[in-house]
T-cell receptor
């Protein structure tokens, strides 16, 4: 089955700096890669996702890049703010056209220092 | 509109007891998923339902775990003879299929 590895497990940055979180996946059949943000005691919420036919996607301060050859994808947050502090999870999903479970990375605790 | 809801929000039980966790997906969502999140860990897939198809139970950790989805809507996850290692947050998610999964608030299960 699919295996997703996520690094780093913790990340501290100064407010205004950029943060990068990296994930690798094992199964080349995976073709959908979402990123979820989970604040303490809250449910995970999707912040951005990318499909395998796209190499990069951006939404304001957040961007995701995908390298299918190397089987890795990354989350980039620019101009970080204290409210960006949370746990971020990457995930991978296989299959086209029907539901499949997500395989999650182990999470990155991002702390933005004021 | 209403999001995914789960009940109870917290459940404390004694080792050996059975528990039932409920999930109400977003109306119209054909796919429903159960995940488990242990303290400080990622989300572990348990089971998913897609329409009228047979559920994918490949993530269930033991035969003490089962789930059903009635009428293509509400789902119940049942854990029989609970063990302390079952303590975790159980998250339900729903989607329209091959799209974003929306998560519920979770049920925090504590087995004493």
């Amino acid at each position: 089955g699919e295996n997703v590895e996520q690094h780093p497990s913790t990340l501290s940055v100064q407010e205004g700096d950029s943060a990068v979180i990296k994930c690798t996946y094992s199964d080349s059949a995976s073709n959908y890669f979402p990123w979820y943000k989970q604040e303490l005691g809250k449910r995970p919420q999707l912040i951005i996702d990318i499909r395998s036919n796209v190499g990069e996607k951006k939404d304001q301060r957040i961007a995701v890049t995908l390298n299918k050859t190397a089987k890795h994808f990354s989350l980039h947050i620019t101009e970080t703010q204290p409210e960006d502090s949370a746990v971020y999870f990457c995930a991978a999903q296989m299959g086209w056209g029907s539901a499949r479970q997500l395989t999650f990375g182990s999470g990155t605790q991002l702390t933005v220092l004021p | 509109g209403a999001g995914v809801s789960q009940s109870p929000s917290n459940k404390v039980t004694e080792k050996g007891k059975d528990v039932e966790l409920r999930c109400d997906p977003i109306s119209g969502h054909t796919a429903l998923y159960w995940y488990r999140q242990s303290l400080g860990q990622g989300l572990e897939f348990l089971i998913y339902f897609q329409g009228n198809s047979a559920p994918d139970k490949s993530g269930l950790p033991s035969d003490r775990f089962s789930a059903e989805r009635t009428g293509g809507s509400v789902s119940t996850l049942t854990i029989q003879r609970t063990q302390q290692e079952d303590s975790a947050v159980y998250l339900c998610a729903s989607s329209t299929g091959y799209n974003e999964q929306f998560f519920g608030p979770g049920t925090r299960l504590t087995v004493l």
